[in-house]
């Protein structure tokens, strides 16, 4: 299963503010830089998230962002929602449409295994399990690319 773009730079965005705690904001160019989002998509993903009562959003001198619960109460799944991401598991992996569990295709029975896998990780991942020493890549590295 492949994530789009704006649901990567959700995770990242949360990741951050996970490594940072409830008690902490963080600018939208300190979280540009360091979840390696593109400063003018930041406002865009913050946008949802706030919207989704996973972000407290304050303006001004001593702005930024903080989630807005403790990272074991946030899943990934959560996260995933705010931006509109649903998995797609009416889709028929073969390409026949909707998916026919009565008329299944070759790919049904390990598509329908990777659909319920992802759920699982999704449901049951929080941000507590973000690594909060982890290293960040240089801002907009290309990562895996020469």
Same mark, same amino acid.
């Given at each position: ?47 949802? *998230?706030?919207? &989704?009562? !996973?972000?407290? #959003? ?7 962002? $903080? ?46 295994? *990777?659909?319920? &896998?992802? !759920?699982?990780? #999704? ?7 973000? $690594? ?15």
């Amino acid at each position: 299963m492949i994530l789009n773009q704006t649901v990567e730079y959700a995770l990242r965005a949360m990741a951050v503010l996970a490594t940072h705690g409830v008690d902490q904001r963080v600018t939208s160019g300190d979280l540009a830089r360091d979840a390696n989002i593109p400063e003018h998509y930041v406002s865009k993903v913050m946008r949802r *998230l706030v919207l &989704a009562g !996973l972000v407290d #959003a304050k303006r001004g001198h001593h702005g930024g962002f $903080q989630l807005s619960r403790p990272p074991h109460q946030i899943a990934f799944i959560d996260v995933l929602e705010a931006v509109d991401f649903q998995p797609e598991s009416q889709r028929c992996a073969f390409g026949l449409g909707k998916c026919n569990p009565s008329a299944p295709c070759a790919l049904h029975p390990a598509y329908a295994a *990777l659909n319920d &896998a992802f !759920l699982e990780w #999704a449901r049951g991942t929080t941000l507590v399990n973000v $690594q909060p020493d982890a290293i960040a890549p240089a801002p907009h590295a290309q990562v895996g690319r020469p």
